[in-house]
């Protein structure tokens, strides 16, 4: 696979490749360039050249290029859901519902861009100005980086790549070094759609080079970027040298609090919707369970019943429900920390075994809330640690002392309990009788505190990708 830059397929300056590595067996799926400065250089220039025309591109005929777009995508949806299940260990079946997202969200864009208008403020509404007429209007902010993370590159594509585009920016996609591939063959056929060339482009390789080198360019002028959140304070830092827009969706710790009053089955069943779904690896996957001692018991013996009928196996199979992790040092990782949460007090009683990339379901049960699981220490993969507790503050001031704040949960049958413990949970989103693991293309979602800065959705990611310029009428009346 190829980069694209100025519409065209490239390889590395220099020749030089990345091996891409299918997770589940080990074997080379593909290389991808390994991209020099000069090759991002080069693209920024011609992101700034193609950015101008593009900008001028009406809004509608936008939108019909990327409807053409997500046509060509329909076209080629088996080769891309058998690519992105391959490169990140996913399960077919989820890699074709993150395929069929794409259609969503485009055209949910696309209708928001036609919409998208300016206000008036009408004269007179101010002390001396009787005269005045003031009006906004939406303008492009220039060269977007779009940083997309492993876990859902597709739905994370579509959340930054499709805004950017209708507002009349250029974007410059930065894979993940995991799995770039099904990215490579999205932004080839926007090119093929007709998106001007150097409006979209992609490079591969390493964050550490090519993500640094384009993040610090003095002509990105915005950068909207997902994942860890020590590299994104690193990205908010590249950005602030040259004062560019910044939107940081990262990471999370998500409380899962089950009231004595709340349905045990149905937090069972959103607990393996809401935790076991990509293997766990969701930002705002419902990570630490607090549980009223109560039901904590009943809770983790029907987790285990309803985890032992998940099926296990490769990814490529139609009948898979769980998968592998994006890679064995991921799995060694989320192995490391369960084993850190049973030396600080925990039980595992299920699962806790790796094999390879491949990491079981997990329950610990008897962790104390001091544990650093109980905190900030944020695991990704499918574990769950399960803390106990007596009284609703006592939930709240847990879900609380993490300094992460993206999503939450509360399962009660009490909705005055439900509103009360929505609005003290210091997050970006609560949701109520379901697990966090909850996002839809339109609501706005961001998370408080080191969890990031903005939001992305239909609703509101218009306002991360443009500026705002009034347009004052003087003396008009």
Not at 199 to 205: H, P
Not at 306 to 314: A, H, T, Y
Not at 339 to 350: A, E, Y
Not at 355 to 371: C, L, R, S
């Amino acid at each position: 696979m190829k980069m694209i830059i100025d519409g065209k397929a490239v390889d590395a300056s220099d020749k030089a490749v990345i091996e891409v590595i299918n997770p589940a067996n080990g074997k080379v799926i593909d290389t991808v360039p390994a991209a020099t400065e000069a090759d991002v250089k080069l693209a920024v220039e011609k992101a700034m050249q193609g950015q101008k025309i593009w900008a001028k591109v009406p809004v509608h005929e936008k939108g019909d290029i990327l409807l053409k777009f997500v046509a060509l995508v329909e076209e080629n949806k088996e080769k891309l859901a058998r690519t992105l299940s391959d490169e990140t260990g996913k399960p077919i079946s989820e890699a074709r519902g993150e395929i069929a997202n794409i259609p969503i969200a485009f055209k949910g864009f696309v209708e928001k861009a036609k919409h998208l208008y300016g206000q008036i403020i009408p004269n007179g509404h101010e002390k001396n100005q009787e005269s005045h007429v003031l009006l906004t209007i939406k303008e492009p902010i220039g060269v977007i980086a779009c940083v997309i993370p492993f876990n859902f590159p597709c739905d994370l594509f579509d959340q930054k790549v499709a805004p950017t585009l209708l507002a009349g920016n250029a974007a410059i996609v930065k894979p993940s070094t995991d799995n770039p591939l099904t990215l490579c063959m999205l932004t080839e056929l926007m090119v093929k759609a007709g998106v001007t060339n150097g409006a979209i482009q992609i490079l591969t390789g390493r964050g550490s080079k090519v993500g640094n080198w384009l993040c610090q360019n003095p002509d990105v002028h915005g950068i909207t970027f997902t994942g860890s959140t020590e590299a994104g304070i690193e990205t908010y830092k590249n950005a602030a040298n040259h004062l560019a827009h910044i939107a940081l969706e990262l990471g999370g710790n998500d409380a899962f609090i089950v009231w004595k009053d709340g349905d045990v089955d149905l937090a069972v069943e959103d607990t393996i919707w809401g935790r076991m779904y990509n293997t766990g690896q969701v930002c705002c996957a419902s990570k630490r369970f607090i549980i009223h001692n109560s039901l904590k018991d009943a809770f983790a013996q029907k987790l285990v019943e309803r985890i032992k009928k998940i099926k296990l196996g490769d990814p490529a199979e139609d009948a898979t429900q769980l998968g592998c992790l994006i890679s064995e040092k991921a799995a060694i990782e989320v192995e490391q920390q369960v084993n850190k949460t049973v030396s600080q007090g925990g039980k595992i009683i299920h699962g806790g075994k790796r094999n390879g990339a491949f990491y079981e379901p997990t329950v610990i049960t008897d962790v104390p809330k001091t544990a650093d699981v109980a905190i900030d220490m944020e695991i990704f993969g499918p574990v769950v640690p399960i803390i106990g507790f007596d009284t609703l503050e006592e939930a709240v001031e847990i879900a609380n002392s993490s300094k992460f704040g993206l999503c939450g949960c509360i399962f009660t049958s009490d909705m005055k309990t439900a509103w009360k413990t929505a609005t003290e949970l210091e997050c970006g989103g609560v949701v109520i009788n379901g697990a966090s693991f909850f996002r839809s293309f339109e609501m706005p979602f961001g998370g408080y505190k080191y969890s990031g800065i903005g939001t992305e959705g239909i609703m509101s990611t218009f306002d991360e990708v443009t500026l705002t310029k009034t347009i004052v009428l003087k003396n008009i009346i």
